[in-house]
Structures are given as C-alpha cells and as structure tokens.
C-alpha cells in the first residue's frame, strides 16, 4: 500500500514538473497578442515575496532579486524574438550583459553570455530564413498573405515587418530586381495599415468614383497646402491598394489623380509666391478648380 502511495505521488510529481516546464514554452494569444507562459506569474510572486525577504533580511534576498532579473529579462527576449525584433532582442542583452559585467555577477554573466550566443544564432537563422523566401516570388507571396489578416492589426504589422526584413537582406544581397517587387509588397501592406488605421474604407474608395470624388476633391481643392498633401497621400494609398485588389477604378485612374494633385500644388505655391503682388493692388488670388466634367488634370478659373 505505502509503494502503491509513493508511486502515485511520484506521478504526481512528475505531472507538475511537467506542466512547469511547458509553462515556460511560449504560446501565442490570438487575442492580446501576447505570449502565454508562466512568466508573468513568476514576475508577480517574485514582486511579492521581495519585500517580505528584504523586510525580514533573508539570505536568499540577492537570489530572488536575480531571479526576477532574469525573469523580466526573458519575458521581453522572448517576445522580441516572437516579433521578429531580433535587434532589440540584440541590444536588450547586450545591455545587460554590460550592467552585470561592472558589478561582476559571474553568475549573471554567464547567463547573459549564453542568451548572446542565442540571439547571434537566431540573427544567422532568420537571415537564412528570407534569403528562402526572396528566391522566389511565389513562395514570399504565400508566406506574406498568412499575416495580412485585415481586421487584425498585430497580424498587419507582422506581415510589415516580414516585408521590411526581406526587403533588407535582398538589399544586403544586392538583389535589385527581387527589391523590385518586395517593394511592391511594402507599399500594399502600407495601404492596408493605412485603411486600418484611418477612417477611409479604400475598398468603397477604389469601386465608387463619386464616393472616391466625394473626399478627394475638398481636400485638393483647399487652400491649405497641409489638405491637398493629404489628398495627395489618399490617392497614393488607393493606387497601392488597387494594384493588388481588383477595383472598378485602376492604377491609372488614380495615376491621372496624382496629375491632379500635382497641379494644385504647383498653383498653390504660385499663388503664395505672388502673395506680395497682389495685396499691393488689392486684386483678389484666381483659385483653380477642378473640372467637374473633364477631370484628368483639367481645370477652370
């Protein structure tokens, strides 16, 4: 019976070991975006035996201060290399390692030198990684559309930074014509991040012409160089957008846009520069406007 009882609580044991152990792997939450491990929880309790050990001067008081140390230190590694932020990973052990070096904490020395070792091999390992994915265009392209998740804005930016990187390593490599289209890719995901973020819809924008004319034309027409900028950063975004997404209006619609931004701001900067001319003679500024017939770059005074 007493063999019987020790082998359960040796089970027992084992259980709970295991279940710290795969506490400690990261698990991704698709709704904070965070990782799920047991971190946060050795954080917590570290914050809070701390105080009681220092009040109390126990022995151990320098071990749990390094303890949590380290802890804290894992939990923005490990997000770090999650992200991709392999240079802020980088820099974080670096500057630790720096810190424990002058109080010569052999001890944390030799922890932080192991994670430098990691980290060096993570930044060979990635670099590896997309020089996979720039080979071909098919392959970056399935791997691209996993993160673009257009409600999702952790996914968005994820799917920026792939790009970024790739971008990167191609123009470490001297690749010019897979810069090319990697560059493409950066200003589709931009215009995403754009509609995310603004209270455009570039999907309305890009199949309704009167809808598009109905935001385009007051801000081009404006008086305020800041306005017609903006105009100008619409049609940019709704031209990358549409160059992947099929529209009813084209990249060349929104190209003759661009033609039309263009106009207004060379005649916004003429008016300005005869600014003193004219308030001598008292005579009013001629402000162009669109062509409400004929927009391609046309207009009537």
């Not at 390094?66 to 990973?89: G, M, P």
């Not at 670099?127 to 720039?134: N, P, T």
């Not at 309704?208 to 950063?233: C, H, R, T, W």
Request: net charge positive; with cysteine; glycine share 2%.
């Amino acid at each position: 019976m007493r063999i019987r009882r020790n082998i359960i609580v040796f089970f027992v044991f084992l259980s709970i070991s295991f279940s710290c152990l795969i506490g400690q792997e990261s698990f991704y939450d698709p709704h904070t975006k965070n990782l799920l491990d047991s971190l946060d929880k050795r954080i917590a309790a570290l914050q809070i035996e701390i105080p009681r050990l220092a009040e109390t001067r126990a022995t151990n008081y320098f071990f749990a201060k390094r303890d949590l140390d380290f802890t804290i230190f894992l939990k923005h590694y490990k997000q770090y290399v999650f992200d991709e932020e392999l240079d802020k990973a980088q820099d974080l052990v670096e500057s630790r390692l720096q810190s424990v070096q002058k109080r010569g904490d052999k001890v944390a020395q030799n922890f932080y030198k192991e994670y430098k070792s990691k980290i060096n091999n993570e930044i060979s390992n990635q670099q590896r990684r997309y020089q996979v994915l720039f080979e071909k265009e098919k392959t970056f392209n399935k791997e691209f559309y996993r993160f673009v998740n257009r409600g999702d804005e952790y996914s968005l930016k994820r799917a920026q930074r792939m790009t970024d990187l790739t971008l990167k390593y191609a123009l470490e490599k001297n690749l010019t014509s897979v810069y090319g289209y990697l560059h493409h890719y950066k200003n589709y995901i931009q215009s995403i991040l754009f509609d995310f973020y603004s209270d455009y819809d570039l999907a309305k924008l890009t199949n309704n012409e009167a809808a598009f004319q109905k935001i385009f034309k007051p801000l081009v027409e404006s008086d305020s160089l800041e306005m017609i900028e903006k105009a100008g950063k619409l049609v940019e975004h709704c031209h990358n957008y549409v160059s992947y997404i099929p529209s009813d209006l084209d990249s060349l619609y929104f190209a003759r846009q661009n033609n039309v931004v263009a106009s207004f701001v060379s005649d916004y900067h003429a008016r300005k520069g005869s600014l003193g001319m004219f308030s001598k003679t008292g005579e009013s500024f001629i402000i162009a406007k669109l062509d409400t017939l004929v927009q391609e770059g046309i207009f009537k005074w």
